[in-house]
């Protein structure tokens, strides 16, 4: 069975966009200013004149995110203000056209080979501007990130290193190298360059990235107090201190809701993508707690737009709001894993969902979820020797991903014709949800055995028993529309099949 992002906690690590994209966020505001040095002057006259050469949104981007990171914003204001005047234009609506693969909007998921095509020519024209112009950090940045989507690691962590050792007080830079230490599995690491910089305990943005790192890893969480005096101090807009109370709202759910709820809702004051999707995520466990979900002022929600189509069920909506969520940050397996499960289970778009899982795959080759998906997919799709390979690298799932692994394992023995230990692996997986609470998985995982035995003939007393108990999960499960789509199909299905067999 295909698996969803879960409900097991999110913390709001720092998004890495491209520094038009990082402006649009409000993420450059109040830069600390300081005296340019000759050496930076003369790279930004080098950039202005090469912006004013080719007026491409690149090359503004070039000049404006450099001048910003030597902290000298002022430098570059007329291309900062191209960059908004971009930025604030008409979205375009998500690509019909396979061929299209403007890098202005998601590329479509027809052909993985596609795809991965779309991101090397990135790579090639970072590459090329980092040997043009060997001490832009803005280019070193692009070239690092690109290679962070394309799942080349290490050389991304030598490509941003050299950008960080060109502007080592950019905010930007330092968030990119937290986000790409913590992918890498080195929290630890992003800890340190956090705590190294002596701009972490005054701004928002380094702070916020320093409680969810610690917390998303289990670490010891420090800097309670720093954050309480950035956010008493009033020097800074309700947006950068969004995902900040955003933050201190997720760790204080496992104390009191009651300040958690407070703490949302002044995130939700002037939220950014990341905060919204955080609260959108805590909304099932805090009573009240409102989303502004249409709110136009709020750039890059398609996280949380596409997690609250899919509770209601709106597929096609979700499956929209997901593949751009995924266009914008190609290394979240998050994002790549909604996308796969939205195409599973809300719309039988196997195709669609092997394509996203095995995208997501590229960066996060360990991902467990990612390759249950496409195993499932796989399946559904009569390729049963790759649906094999891709289980067989799962070594010892997490409990919480042990529920979809067991299933799709027992769809595998189905379709290789061990009907006994396909039966033993489904029903393991219902017990594991059981034991959770998790009613909708365990309406999922019974609803698909039953498919399975039907298919296979096994029309026998105990299939009674499971209408019976797929008829009270189909009563449970109001609120889980990927139950409810299957039940409501294999309800009547069982039946039928009993009926034929056992006539009362």
């Given at each position: 069975?295909?698996?969803?992002?879960?409900?097991?906690?999110?913390?709001?690590?720092?998004?890495?966009?491209?520094?038009?994209?990082?402006?649009?966020?409000?993420?450059?505001?109040?830069?600390?200013?300081?005296?340019?040095?000759?050496?930076?002057?003369?790279?930004?006259?080098?950039?202005?004149?090469?912006?004013?050469?080719?007026?491409?949104?690149?090359?503004?981007?070039?000049?404006?995110?450099?001048?910003?990171?030597?902290?000298?914003?002022?430098?570059?204001?007329?291309?900062?203000?191209?960059?908004?005047?971009?930025?604030?234009?008409?979205?375009?609506?998500?690509?019909?056209?396979?061929?299209?693969?403007?890098?202005?909007m998601p590329p479509d998921l027809s052909k993985i080979a596609r795809l991965e095509s779309f991101w090397w020519p990135g790579v090639a024209d970072a590459r090329l501007r980092t040997v043009r112009d060997?001490?832009?950090?803005?280019?070193?940045?692009?070239?690092?990130?690109?290679?962070?989507?394309?799942?080349?690691?290490?050389?991304?962590?030598?490509?941003?290193?050299?950008?960080?050792?060109?502007?080592?007080?950019?905010?930007?830079?330092?968030?990119?190298?937290?986000?790409?230490?913590?992918?890498?599995?080195?929290?630890?690491?992003?800890?340190?360059?956090?705590?190294?910089?002596?701009?972490?305990?005054?701004?928002?943005?380094?702070?916020?990235?320093?409680?969810?790192?610690?917390?998303?890893?289990?670490?010891?969480?420090?800097?309670?107090?720093?954050?309480?005096?950035?956010?008493?101090?009033?020097?800074?807009?309700?947006?950068?201190?969004?995902?900040?109370?955003?933050?201190?709202?997720?760790?204080?759910?496992?104390?009191?809701?009651?300040?958690?709820?407070?703490?949302?809702?002044?995130?939700?004051?002037?939220?950014?993508?990341?905060?919204?999707?955080?609260?959108?995520?805590?909304?099932?466990?805090?009573?009240?707690?409102?989303?502004?979900?249409?709110?136009?002022?709020?750039?890059?929600?398609?996280?949380?737009?596409?997690?609250?189509?899919?509770?209601?069920?709106?597929?096609?909506?979700?499956?929209?709001?997901?593949?751009?969520?995924?266009?914008?940050?190609?290394?979240?397996?998050?994002?790549a894993i909604q996308l796969s499960y939205i195409a599973a289970a809300g719309l039988d778009d196997y195709q669609q969902s092997l394509r996203a899982a095995l995208f997501g795959l590229k960066s996060s080759?360990?991902?467990?979820?990612?390759?249950?998906?496409?195993?499932?997919?796989?399946?559904?799709?009569?390729?049963?020797?790759?649906?094999?390979?891709?289980?067989?690298?799962?070594?010892?799932?997490?409990?919480?991903?042990?529920?979809?692994?067991?299933?799709?394992?027992?769809?595998?023995?189905?379709?290789?014709?061990?009907?006994?230990?396909?039966?033993?692996?489904?029903?393991?997986?219902?017990?594991?949800?059981?034991?959770?609470?998790?009613?909708?998985?365990?309406?999922?995982?019974?609803?698909?055995?039953?498919?399975?035995?039907?298919?296979?003939?096994?029309?026998?007393?105990?299939?009674?028993?499971?209408?019976?108990?797929?008829?009270?999960?189909?009563?449970?499960?109001?609120?889980?529309?990927?139950?409810?789509?299957?039940?409501?199909?294999?309800?009547?299905?069982?039946?039928?099949?009993?009926?034929?067999?056992?006539?009362?």
């Amino acid at each position: 069975m295909a698996a969803g992002p879960g409900t097991e906690d999110r913390h709001l690590l720092p998004r890495w966009r491209k520094v038009s994209h990082a402006v649009e966020v409000g993420e450059f505001q109040t830069a600390t200013a300081r005296v340019t040095s000759p050496t930076d002057l003369d790279m930004l006259k080098r950039l202005q004149r090469a912006w004013r050469d080719e007026g491409t949104e690149i090359a503004a981007a070039e000049f404006a995110g450099a001048a910003i990171i030597v902290g000298d914003p002022e430098f570059a204001v007329d291309a900062l203000a191209v960059l908004q005047q971009s930025s604030n234009g008409p979205r375009r609506a998500l690509s019909t056209d396979p061929d299209d693969l403007s890098p202005s909007m998601p590329p479509d998921l027809s052909k993985i080979a596609r795809l991965e095509s779309f991101w090397w020519p990135g790579v090639a024209d970072a590459r090329l501007r980092t040997v043009r112009d060997p001490r832009n950090p803005i280019a070193w940045a692009d070239l690092a990130r690109h290679y962070m989507i394309l799942g080349e690691l290490d050389r991304a962590h030598r490509a941003l290193g050299v950008a960080r050792a060109l502007a080592p007080r950019s905010r930007y830079l330092l968030r990119a190298q937290v986000r790409l230490l913590v992918h890498s599995g080195n929290p630890r690491g992003a800890l340190k360059a956090l705590e190294a910089s002596p701009r972490t305990r005054e701004d928002p943005w380094l702070m916020a990235a320093s409680l969810s790192v610690s917390a998303g890893a289990g670490l010891r969480i420090v800097g309670f107090k720093a954050a309480n005096r950035i956010i008493t101090a009033g020097n800074f807009s309700r947006r950068e201190l969004s995902e900040l109370h955003s933050e201190l709202a997720t760790i204080e759910l496992n104390d009191s809701d009651r300040r958690a709820r407070a703490s949302f809702r002044r995130s939700l004051l002037a939220p950014t993508g990341n905060s919204l999707a955080q609260a959108e995520w805590a909304r099932t466990r805090l009573s009240d707690l409102e989303v502004p979900l249409d709110d136009p002022a709020v750039p890059f929600k398609d996280e949380a737009a596409s997690l609250a189509a899919s509770e209601r069920g709106e597929w096609r909506s979700a499956l929209g709001h997901a593949s751009q969520w995924l266009f914008d940050q190609p290394f979240d397996p998050r994002a790549a894993i909604q996308l796969s499960y939205i195409a599973a289970a809300g719309l039988d778009d196997y195709q669609q969902s092997l394509r996203a899982a095995l995208f997501g795959l590229k960066s996060s080759p360990d991902n467990v979820t990612l390759r249950n998906n496409a195993a499932y997919a796989l399946l559904e799709l009569g390729d049963i020797r790759t649906a094999q390979a891709h289980l067989d690298v799962i070594a010892t799932p997490a409990t919480h991903e042990r529920v979809a692994v067991n299933a799709t394992r027992g769809l595998l023995a189905y379709r290789k014709g061990d009907l006994a230990q396909g039966e033993a692996l489904y029903r393991q997986a219902i017990k594991i949800a059981q034991r959770t609470g998790d009613t909708g998985a365990e309406a999922i995982a019974l609803g698909m055995l039953m498919r399975e035995r039907i298919d296979a003939g096994e029309i026998d007393t105990r299939l009674r028993q499971d209408i019976s108990a797929l008829v009270g999960l189909l009563e449970k499960t109001n609120d889980e529309p990927a139950a409810q789509r299957l039940l409501k199909r294999i309800v009547p299905a069982a039946q039928a099949a009993l009926g034929r067999v056992h006539p009362t």
